[in-house]
């Protein structure tokens, strides 16, 4: 940590933020909490002790994140199901899987609704359409499309649910990594409607457990939605640190 230091200051960097991966969108952050819960798929893990190596070196709290887990073998909350129901109202609304054929497409709608939902999450760094292409065309070689589902509106695509199958064929669990709704349709029960979606592909398809993460510890309205709609409680806290190089 300090020849990482000593490597930036003669570069002219001021602070240190990490532990990420080469962007906010890969892995990022340090375990703190959690650690009797097993890793799931594309999520950091390390001992414990790694929190005391970065604090005695100086580093102080940046951001936290949440993993919530959510057993599939208790029922739907009522409640989920009434907003969705009245959601799926919406005129002109469809969900559709990702068509990993047209990739060109997706990426592009991948990368606008990530654009327009994210811009207020910490680390958001915009996506160009050809990362958004890239991010899909890495996806494809593993995710399953029917549980990449888009939200659109008179064929504009407006949000976005992605769930991601544990690599592990024993495991059955899943881990619901990016839920997003460009402003303008949010509060109108899109993200009700998308997690009764996947939730119900989910269970079709055997899975036990769906991990929600990361969720930024200033992201109130999916710290809402999952508090109010799933009942579900943090089992995991990240946290990215940052220290200011002297």
């Known amino acids: 940590m300090e020849s990482a230091a000593e490597w930036l200051a003669v570069r002219g960097r001021e602070l240190m933020i990490g532990p990420v991966n080469l962007s906010p969108y ?28 970065f604090e ?15 057993s599939l073998d208790q029922p739907v909350p009522a409640r989920l199901v009434r907003i969705a129901r009245r959601a799926g109202r919406v005129a002109g609304l469809k969900v559709r899987p990702v068509d990993f054929s047209k990739l060109e497409g997706e990426g592009e709608r991948f990368s606008f609704i990530h654009n327009e939902a994210m811009r207020a999450t910490w680390g958001f760094i915009p996506l160009s359409s050809a990362e958004g292409i890239a991010v899909l065309r890495g996806l494809r070689l593993f995710a399953d499309p029917s549980m990449i589902l888009f939200a659109e509106v008179d064929d504009h695509a407006v949000a976005l649910c992605m769930t991601l199958p544990d690599l592990d064929p024993k495991m059955k669990t899943a881990r619901l990594a990016v839920l997003a709704v460009v402003p303008e ?5 899109l993200e009700a409607l998308l997690i009764l979606e996947s939730l119900t ?9 769906l991990e929600i993460s990361l969720v930024g510890e200033d992201n109130i309205m999916v710290k809402r939605i999952i508090a109010n709609l799933l ?8 946290r990215v640190y940052r220290k200011t190089i002297l």
């Open 56 to 70: 005695k070196a100086g580093f102080l709290k940046e951001a936290d994140f949440y993993s919530y887990y959510c």
């Open 185 to 189: 349709y949010r509060f109108r029960g």
């Open 26 to 53: 890969e892995q990022m952050g340090l375990l703190v909490e959690g650690f009797d819960q097993p890793a799931r798929f594309m999520m950091p893990y390390n001992p414990p002790y790694y929190v005391d190596f």
């Open 201 to 209: 592909v989910l269970r079709r398809k055997g899975f036990v457990a």
């Open 231 to 238: 009942g579900e409680m943090i089992a995991k806290r990240y």
